[in-house]
C-alpha cells in the first residue's frame, strides 16, 4: 500500500529534550515536506525536501532541522523543544513541488511540558 | 491577509442538505487540489483541478475551478455524516523570484449532524 509512515503518533516531552520524528515513504517520490498544523493558523511549512540532500526551509524553520540522505526517509529534529512546538505535525510527500496531489502521513501529536 | 480564503470557516448542517465551500485569492493558480481531513488523520486528496471553468464529479461532490483559475468551489448534495471533515484547498503558483509551490488555505469545518 502507498503510504508516508510517521512516528511515533504520540509524544509527550520536556523542554530541551532533543527528539526526532521519523518519516518514511515507499512511492518513490522525489519530494517531501514537514507542516505543523495549530488551531486557527491551519498548515504552516516547516521544511522541504526536493530530493535527497536538497532541502529548504519553509515558513516557520526556526526551532528545527531535516536531514534527506535517502529518498524515502525525511525525519524532523528538534534540537532543544520548548512549549510553543506543541502541534500536531504532517509529514508529506509528492512526486513534485506543486502539481502533484500530496499524501500525508498520519500525524504526530507532540506536547513539550 | 492569507493567499487563499476559505469560507465559510465553520459550517454545521443536518444531513441531506446541500452546501457550498469556496475558495478565493487574487492570485492565479496553475492547479487547484481539494482535500478532506478527519480528526486525528492526515489530509487525503479528493481532487485536482487544472483548467480554467473545469467541473469535476466525485459521487455527491462537484468542485469547480473558476475561468480565471483564482478560485473555486466544492459543492455537497445530500450531505452525510460521513462528509464530517476539514476541507482544504491548496493551490499552486509561483510567487516571484521562487519556484512553484502549493499553498495551503485555512480550512472549512464541516459538520453533518444525523
Known amino acids: 500500500e502507498a503510504q508516508v509512515t510517521q512516528n511515533p503518533r504520540y509524544l509527550i516531552t520536556v523542554t530541551g529534550k532533543k527528539l526526532t520524528v521519523t518519516c518514511s515513504q515507499n512511492m518513490n517520490h522525489e519530494y517531501m515536506s514537514w507542516y505543523r498544523q495549530d488551531p486557527g493558523l491551519g498548515l504552516r511549512q516547516i521544511y522541504y525536501?526536493?530530493?535527497?540532500?536538497?532541502?529548504d526551509k519553509g515558513d516557520v524553520p526556526e526551532g528545527y532541522k531535516v536531514s534527506r540522505k535517502e529518498k524515502r526517509n525525511f525525519p524532523l529534529i528538534l534540537e532543544s523543544p520548548s512549549p510553543n512546538q506543541t502541534s500536531l505535525y504532517f509529514c508529506?510527500?509528492?512526486?513534485?513541488?506543486?502539481?502533484?496531489?500530496?499524501?500525508f502521513g498520519s500525524g504526530t501529536r507532540l506536547t513539550v511540558v | 491577509t492569507q493567499l487563499l480564503e476559505q469560507s465559510p470557516q465553520f459550517l454545521s448542517i443536518q444531513e441531506g442538505e446541500n452546501l457550498t465551500v469556496y475558495c478565493n485569492s487574487s492570485s492565479v493558480f496553475s492547479s487547484l487540489q481539494w482535500y478532506r481531513q478527519e480528526p486525528g488523520e492526515g489530509p487525503v486528496l479528493l481532487v485536482t483541478v487544472v483548467t480554467g471553468g473545469e467541473v469535476k464529479k466525485l459521487k455527491r461532490l462537484t468542485f469547480q475551478f473558476g475561468d480565471a483559475r483564482k478560485d473555486s468551489s466544492l459543492h455537497i448534495t445530500a450531505a452525510q455524516p460521513g462528509d464530517t471533515g476539514l476541507y482544504l484547498c491548496?493551490?499552486?503558483?509561483?510567487?516571484?523570484?521562487?519556484?512553484?509551490?502549493?499553498?495551503f488555505g485555512s480550512g472549512t469545518q464541516l459538520t453533518v449532524l444525523p
Open positions: 508529506a510527500s509528492s512526486f513534485d513541488r506543486a502539481d502533484y496531489g500530496y499524501t
Open positions: 525536501s526536493m530530493n535527497v540532500e536538497v532541502t
Open positions: 491548496a493551490g499552486a503558483h509561483r510567487p516571484s523570484g521562487s519556484a512553484r509551490q502549493l499553498t
